[in-house]
């Protein structure tokens, strides 16, 4: 199984304006894949600025808010590539498209880091914050997965949520069950692709 970073990605359309989405970027090599579903905004910015920048962030209602409608969030402008991090980053990766393999679901955009810098000292993600990013990926895949499956993910990431999860954890998760609950009462596009 190759790498996947669960990260925040921007990129730009022809206007130079800004779409945030919570992606996993594959590793491959020196390089890393950047893969957005079809249809997606995403995949059309980076066909017309082949470029993305990825922010890497301690602040996980970032990821809760993306999937679930939020996607205004602080960013400055990115240091080499034609975009924007988010504000907040911990540290950050511009990205260069260096070759595209089509494919009908989720093309894959091979890409190089042209610059990396980090901003602050991140001690990493506490239970109730990987919880909440777990939740996150699960809520995009609605659609794909059977109730049992989900009823199961939820209860066993609601443990870490009870035990650990501060006011920033507690408001992530809130969205997401909404998310998850509007799935359940026949919102069939209640599951975002980004």
């Known amino acids: 199984m190759p790498r996947i970073v669960e990260t925040i990605v921007t990129t730009t359309d022809a206007?130079?304006?800004?779409?945030?989405?919570?992606?996993?970027?594959?590793?491959?090599?020196?390089?890393?894949i950047v893969a957005p579903f079809k249809p997606s905004r995403t995949l059309d910015?980076?066909?017309?600025?082949?470029?993305?920048?990825?922010?890497?962030t301690g602040d996980v209602r970032v990821f809760a808010g993306c999937v679930t409608g939020r996607r205004d969030w602080p960013t400055v402008p990115a240091d080499v590539v034609k975009g924007v991090r988010?504000?907040?980053?911990?540290?950050?990766?511009?990205?260069?498209?260096?070759?595209?393999?089509?494919?009908?679901?989720?093309?894959?955009?091979?890409?190089r880091i042209v610059h990396a810098a980090s901003h602050?000292?991140?001690?990493?993600?506490?239970?109730?914050?990987?919880?909440?990013?777990?939740?996150?990926?699960?809520?995009?895949?609605?659609?794909?997965?059977?109730?049992?499956?989900?009823?199961?993910?939820?209860?066993?990431?609601?443990?870490?949520?009870?035990?650990?999860?501060?006011?920033?954890?507690?408001?992530a998760w809130g969205w997401l069950m909404d998310r998850v609950a509007a799935y359940r009462g026949g919102d069939a596009g209640a599951a975002l692709k980004t």
């Open 86 to 111: 988010l504000a907040d980053a911990v540290s950050h990766w511009e990205l260069a498209v260096e070759r595209v393999a089509d494919d009908m679901q989720r093309p894959r955009f091979r890409c």
């Open 45 to 56: 910015n980076l066909k017309v600025n082949p470029c993305a920048v990825a922010s890497h």
């Open 15 to 32: 206007k130079g304006m800004p779409h945030i989405a919570p992606l996993g970027l594959i590793e491959d090599g020196d390089g890393w």
């Open 120 to 171: 602050a000292v991140w001690s990493g993600y506490n239970r109730a914050e990987a919880a909440v990013l777990e939740l996150a990926v699960l809520t995009t895949r609605l659609s794909m997965l059977p109730p049992e499956k989900i009823d199961a993910e939820i209860g066993y990431l609601e443990i870490a949520i009870s035990k650990t999860a501060g006011p920033r954890e507690r408001e």
